[in-house]
């Protein structure tokens, strides 16, 4: 995944830690996604095993709109809930406090702390165009709260994408900006007893991108 250049709308975009794709786009945001696995053309260089290169989607002729919500909860989890482990044949014991460590369910919305406090995802975007017809307008946006099938771990992520386009004669400018946000902490089965041990990850990322496009 180190080896793969990841493109939006010409630009890249990678984290500079591991090289992998920097930030998240939500699907409403994406027009059109290319995946080039083999042979590739010089000006895209930097990749050995691939092109992945995402143009964004503009706004429409009408005003558009969508909304949605996916919930997770429809089936509860048997290990979300107190006390799930204590049967383990070898359980923990704290020595310094004489006590047995018991599971306690974690719940990433308290950990987190939300504006919205629910679990699920929440998507939509608005698309139309600008007044006196000076161009077009899209957003889009994905809230996510989503907590781990398994005893503890979480990962909640928001993404937000903007674009205003004007045209200029015969070519076109456009002006947008992407926002991503996730918080997550994974699973592992040695932090059961002590979930608020394990490591929380917190990745922001915010894109500006101004294109002009001539035709000749």
């Known amino acids: 995944s180190n080896e793969v250049t990841f493109l939006i709308d010409g630009q890249v975009v990678e984290n500079p830690v591991n090289k992998e794709f920097g930030g998240i786009i939500n699907n409403y945001a994406i027009r059109e996604l290319q995946v080039l696995s083999g042979t590739f053309n010089a000006e895209y260089g930097k990749a050995m095993s ?3 290169n995402i143009v964004t989607n503009e706004g429409s002729e009408k005003i558009t709109a969508k909304v949605e919500y996916t919930s997770p909860m429809l089936n ?5 809930k107190e ?3 204590v049967q383990d044949a070898n359980p923990i014991y704290d020595k310094p406090n004489n006590l047995r460590l ?8 308290d950990v ?3 504006a919205f406090p629910y679990e699920g995802n929440f998507s939509g975007f608005l698309s139309g165009p ?7 307008f899209f957003f889009s946006g994905e809230y996510d709260n989503e907590n781990s099938w398994l005893p503890f771990g979480y990962a ?3 993404s937000a994408f903007s674009k205003i386009t004007f ?3 015969t070519n076109k400018l456009s002006v947008s900006i992407q926002y991503s946000d996730r918080n997550t902490q994974r699973y592992n089965h040695r932090y059961k007893y002590l979930p608020e041990t394990q490591g929380h990850w917190e990745v922001t990322s915010t894109r500006y991108a101004l294109n002009y496009n001539h035709v000749f």
Not at 76 to 80: A, L, M
Not at 102 to 109: C, P, V
Not at 130 to 136: D, F, R
């Open 112 to 114: 987190v702390d939300p």
């Open 130 to 136: 600008l007044p006196a017809n000076l161009g077009s």
């Open 167 to 169: 045209p200029v004669f």
């Open 102 to 109: 018991f599971y306690k369910e974690t719940d990433g919305l």
């Open 76 to 80: 509860s989890s048997p290990y979300r």
């Open 83 to 85: 006390n799930a482990l």
């Open 50 to 52: 691939g092109i992945i």
């Open 156 to 158: 909640f992520s928001r």
